[in-house]
T-cell receptor
Framework: AQSVTQLGSHVSVSEGALVLLRCNYS??????LFWYVQYPNQGLQLLLK??????LVKGINGFEAEFKKSETSFHLTKPSAHMSDAAEYFC????????????FGTGTSLTVIP | DTAVSQTPKYLVTQMGNDKSIKCEQN?????MYWYKQDSKKFLKIMFS???????INETVPNRFSPKSPDKAHLNLHINSLELGDSAVYFC?????????????FGNGTRLTVT
């Protein structure tokens, strides 16, 4: 069965500092991996996705993530945090076997300190 | 605007009542979902419909009944509401793609049961 683990339910960074949000997955077949962002009182919005093409994936708002099969990881990074990045971030996994079933991590709340 | 829209945005009701949440998508997607997000932000899938046919039905009390009159609509009816039903309910849709296509979320319905 597929699963996602997000280490760190809360991450705080200073404005301008590197953002690193961790995601490890479990999947018996090649996975599809996604990062979503949720701003307060809004739905989830896709940041980026990995679907077996390039392992380094660039998304919106300057975020990127690297798929590392050997580490079963798909960590999200951004070189320089902005105040507007403060939000909840979710990693999700699916694959050909799960069809349209997506498994979400428990989320990481990012706080940006001015 | 193309989007997933759900109504109402807020729903406050008393225990024992019956309520419905409506969802519509004009993205032309075949698959629609209901997710429940609890107070700890954990996202759990409840139901998924593909072209009006139920394909995912997780362990959800049978007080919850989805209805899909057409592939653009997926409504959620809840009978005999309980305190534990308080949560944010998200509707989502996705195009065909066997897990490779991301979800598009509505902005959520915050249900408060008193």
């Amino acid at each position: 069965a597929q699963s996602v683990t997000q280490l760190g339910s809360h991450v705080s960074v200073s404005e301008g500092a590197l953002v690193l949000l961790r995601c490890n997955y479990s999947s018996s077949v090649p996975p599809y991996l996604f990062w979503y962002v949720q701003y307060p009182n809004q739905g989830l919005q896709l940041l980026l996705k990995y679907t077996s093409a390039a392992t380094l994936v660039k998304g919106i708002n300057g975020f990127e993530a690297e798929f590392k099969k050997s580490e079963t990881s798909f960590h999200l990074t951004k070189p320089s945090a902005h105040m507007s990045d403060a939000a909840e971030y979710f990693c999700a996994v699916s694959d050909l076997n799960t069809g349209n079933q997506f498994y979400f991590g428990t989320g990481t709340s990012l706080t940006v300190i001015p | 605007d193309t989007a997933v829209s759900q109504t109402p945005k807020y729903l406050v009701t008393q225990m024992g009542n019956d309520k419905s949440i409506k969802c519509e998508q004009n993205l032309g997607h075949d698959t629609m979902y209901w997710y429940k997000q609890d107070s700890k932000k954990f996202l759990k899938i409840m139901f998924s419909y593909n072209n009006k046919e139920l394909i995912i039905n997780e362990t959800v009390p049978n007080r919850f009944s989805p209805k899909s009159p057409d592939k653009a609509h997926l409504n959620l009816h809840i009978n005999s509401l309980e305190l534990g039903d308080s949560a944010v309910y998200f509707c989502a849709s996705s195009p065909p793609g066997q897990g490779i296509s991301p979800l598009h979320f509505g902005n959520g319905t915050r249900l408060t049961v008193t």
